[in-house]
DNA sequence: TTGTGTTTTACGACCTC
DNA sequence: GAGGTCGTAAAACACAA
C-alpha cells in the first residue's frame, strides 16, 4: 500500500465520500505498523488506534478487515508462485529420468543381442577346453543385464521417499508454511527441511543430466526404498 | 480527453465460536 | 452476539491511446 495515499474523514459518516486523498500518510503508517504486529483486532487496540487517529472504530475494524483480505491474496499468489516453481523443477526432473530409463532399457537390450550372439558361437564350436573361459564372458555379461535390468525395474517402480510411481513425480521436499506479519513483504516463512537444487526445488539426483561414470545418489528416508545409480561406461 | 484497470473504503450476507 | 470472511459497489487514481 503506497503510504500517504490517502486517509480518511473522520468528519463524514458514511459510505461514498468519506475519504481525503493527499494526506501525509502517518494514520496509514500506524495501521500498516499496527497490522504488522498483530493482523487480528481486539477491542481495546480497536479502541486506541481509532482515538490516536481520530476515526470511528468501526472505520479501523473495516481497515484491518481489507488489509488482511489484500494480505491473503498476495499470499495466495506467493503459494502458486512457490508451487509452480516446484512443479517445473519436478517436471524436469521426470523427464530427465525417463531418458534415463529408455538408456538402461536400450543397454539391455544390446547386451542380451550380445549373449545370444555368443551362445550361438558356442554352440556351433562346440569347444570342451576353454570351458571355464566361456563360462567366464557369460556371467559377466549375464551380471551386466542384470544390473541394468534391475537398475531399470528399480527406476519404474520405486522413488527416493514413497511408493508413487513415476506417473507422479518423486517428492522428498517437506514444506511448511507459516503465516507471517511482516508488511510490506508480509514475509513468508517456508522451511525446506530436505536439500534443494539451485532452483529452491527439491533435489533428487544430483546432475541434470545423467553422467556416463558412476554416479550415486542414494536418497534415505528411513524404511524407505533407496534410489541408486550405478552407470558404467 | 477519455476509456480502462487498479486500489481502497465500506457495506451486507453469511459463518463461526 | 461479536467478530470473522467473502463478494461487491463506489470513488479516486494511474496510465495508455
Known amino acids: 500500500m503506497e503510504a500517504g495515499r490517502l486517509f480518511f474523514d473522520p468528519t463524514s459518516g458514511c459510505h461514498a465520500g468519506n475519504m481525503l486523498f493527499l494526506g501525509n500518510g502517518d494514520p496509514v503508517h500506524l495501521l500498516e505498523k499496527s497490522f504488522e504486529s498483530e493482523n487480528k483486532l481486539e477491542p481495546d487496540r480497536k479502541s486506541q488506534l481509532a482515538k490516536k487517529l481520530g476515526l470511528q472504530p468501526r472505520q479501523v475494524a473495516v481497515w484491518f478487515q ?39 532399457k536400450s543397454q539391455v537390450a544390446s547386451l542380451m543381442e550380445k549373449l545370444k550372439g555368443k551362445e550361438a558361437a558356442e554352440i556351433a564350436g562346440g569347444g570342451v577346453g576353454v570351458e571355464n573361459n566361456k563360462l567366464g564372458d557369460e556371467e559377466e555379461i549375464m551380471m551386466s543385464v542384470m544390473k541394468v535390468e534391475d537398475r531399470v525395474s528399480t527406476a519404474t517402480t520405486t522413488t527416493p521417499n514413497s511408493d508413487l510411481q513415476y506417473s507422479t513425480p518423486p517428492c522428498n521436499n517437506t514444506m511448511s508454511m507459516s503465516l507471517a506479519t511482516d508488511e510490506e513483504d508480509e514475509a513468508t516463512h517456508y522451511d525446506h527441511n530436505h536439500d534443494h537444487d539451485q532452483h529452491g526445488g527439491p533435489t533428487y539426483f544430483s546432475d541434470d543430466v545423467f553422467p556416463d561414470h558412476q554416479h550415486n545418489n542414494q536418497v534415505d528416508d528411513g524404511d524407505q526404498p533407496l534410489l541408486g545409480w550405478w552407470v558404467w561406461s
Open 66 to 104: 481489507n488489509r488482511r483480505a489484500r494480505w491473503k491474496t498476495k499470499q495466495l499468489e506467493r503459494d502458486y508462485d512457490l508451487l509452480k516453481s516446484s512443479y517445473d523443477s519436478l517436471s524436469a526432473n521426470y523427464d530427465s529420468i525417463l531418458k534415463h530409463n529408455d538408456n538402461l
